[in-house]
């Protein structure tokens, strides 16, 4: 349990200027923006089936005047 061994090894040698903490700010705020990316071609997916959905109906036939 716990974070992968890539992420510990990162996490725990980031002997830098803010050390540890620093290197796992770096990687919750890498995947938010990922996440976020993700959120947005997942839109524009389904943005782009809908239209082309809406384009492949049949038009309805109009309606008669009497």
Do not use: Y
């Amino acid at each position: 349990m716990g974070m992968p061994a890539g992420f510990g090894v990162l996490a725990t040698e980031g002997s830098g200027l803010l050390g540890r903490n620093f290197a796992l700010t770096f990687i919750f705020v890498i995947s938010l923006a990922l996440i976020f990316l993700l959120g947005f071609a997942l839109r524009d997916a389904l943005q782009k089936r809908g239209l082309r959905l809406r384009a492949a109906k049949k038009p309805e036939p109009a309606a008669r005047r009497q």
